[in-house]
C-alpha cells in the first residue's frame, strides 16, 4: 500500500524458511508487483534478523522510527508465539540499522556499529565478552548474576563461557524452551547454574539476556538463540535497551518468567526434568506468566477502549 501511494519502499525477504519457502516466492511476487525493490539472498548465509525502518520527513527534519523485533513478521504465528519487540528513535541505533541494510543490500561493506551487535560478525564473542566480564565483577561476597531466555542453548563455547562464570561465583539463570545441552547442577562446574522451561498455551519465543555488570545492569533482546547455525551460519542482530522505563519493564518480565511455576519444569543434573507445579509449595502459591502477561494485556486493552476519543489526526 505504501508503494502504491508512491512511497519508496525496500523490502529483504529470506526466501529459505522451513516449510515457508513457497509463500515467501508469493509474496515477493506480490510486493515487486506493487512496485517494492525486493532483495532477497546471501550466498551462504541465512538471514533470520528481523527489523523494519522508517523515514520520515517532519516538518524541517527527517526522522528515522526502527522497529527490532525477537520474532518473524508473520501475522499467523504472531497470534501462537509470545515475542518482543522494540520501537526506537534512538540515534545510535538507527543510525547502526541504516548501516545494516547498508551492508545487506550490498551498498557498503563492512561497518562498525555503536550498538547492534550482527552475527556472524561480533555477536558470539561479544556474548563471550559480556560472560567474561560478569566474571570480573564477581565476588563471593558479591556474586555476579546473569539471567536468559531463548528457544535453545548449544553452542559449545558459549556452554563454556557459562560453566566458567558459574565456577567463578556468577549466579545464572536461564529460561530455555527447547534444546539445553548445557548440564546445570554439576558440583564444582555448573552448580550456580539454574535452567527451567514453560510449555504453556503460547509458544515462547522472545531472547532476552541480562547482565548484571557490577551493577551498571544492561539488557540485550535477539533474534539469534546460543547456538551454532545462530552464531556461526546466519545473519542476527543482538540489541540493547537504552531506555530506563522499558529497561524496567522488560526486566520485570524475565523475572516474571524465571518465577514461575504453575508452567515451568526444572533441568536437573541427569537430564530429567521436575515439573515444578507438582511441588507443594508451602511460602506461595503458584505463578503463571503467560496468564500474567495475558490478564495484564486484556486489561490495558479495556483502559485503553474506554478512554478512546474519535477525534483522528494524520500528521504530514
Known amino acids: 500500500l505504501a508503494a502504491r501511494n508512491g512511497k519508496q519502499v525496500t523490502a529483504f525477504i529470506e526466501l529459505k524458511a522451513r516449510f515457508d519457502e513457497k509463500q515467501n516466492i508469493e509474496w515477493t511476487t506480490r510486493l515487486q508487483n506493487a512496485g517494492v525493490i525486493v532483495i532477497y539472498g546471501i550466498v551462504n548465509l541465512k538471514v533470520h534478523a528481523k527489523m523494519m525502518m522508517i523515514v520520515r520527513k517532519e516538518e524541517n527534519e527527517v526522522l528515522r522510527y526502527v522497529h527490532l523485533s525477537t520474532g518473524n513478521y508473520n501475522e499467523n504465528t504472531a497470534k501462537l508465539y509470545s515475542d518482543i519487540s522494540l520501537f526506537t528513535a534512538e540515534s545510535e541505533i538507527t543510525n547502526d ?159 516474571n518468567y524465571l518465577d514461575d511455576t504453575e508452567n515451568s519444569s526444572v533441568l536437573n543434573s541427569d537430564g530429567s526434568w521436575t515439573n515444578l507445579s507438582s511441588i507443594k509449595k508451602k511460602t506461595k ?16 486493552e479495556k483502559s485503553q477502549k474506554d478512554n478512546f476519543t474519535s477525534e483522528f489526526i494524520v500528521r504530514r
Open 97 to 255: 540499522i541504516t548501516l545494516f541494510f547498508n551492508m545487506i543490500s550490498g551498498y557498503s561493506a563492512i561497518q562498525t556499529m555503536q550498538q547492534i551487535k550482527i552475527a556472524p560478525i561480533n555477536l558470539k564473542s561479544s556474548l563471550i565478552s559480556l560472560i567474561e566480564r560478569e566474571i570480573q565483577n564477581s565476588s563471593p561476597e558479591k556474586p555476579g548474576l546473569i539471567m536468559a531466555k531463548m528457544n535453545s542453548l548449544a553452542h559449545p563455547e558459549i556452554i563454556q563461557a557459562l560453566y566458567k562464570a558459574s565456577c567463578n561465583n556468577v549466579k545464572i539463570k536461564l529460561n530455555i524452551r527447547g534444546i539445553c545441552m548445557l548440564v546445570p547442577g554439576v558440583k564444582n562446574l555448573s552448580e550456580n547454574i539454574q535452567v527451567t522451561s514453560i510449555i504453556d498455551r503460547y509458544l515462547e519465543h522472545s531472547r532476552i539476556c541480562y547482565f548484571q555488570n557490577g551493577g551498571n545492569e544492561e539488557i540485550y533482546l535477539s533474534s539469534a538463540d546460543w547456538m551454532p547455525r545462530n552464531l556461526d551460519r546466519r545473519v542476527e542482530i543482538m540489541f540493547p535497551i537504552l531506555n530506563e522505563n522499558i529497561f524496567a519493564r522488560i526486566k520485570s518480565i524475565l523475572n
Open 285 to 300: 502459591e503458584n505463578f503463571s506468566a503467560q496468564e500474567f502477561f495475558y490478564k495484564k494485556a486484556h486489561k490495558q
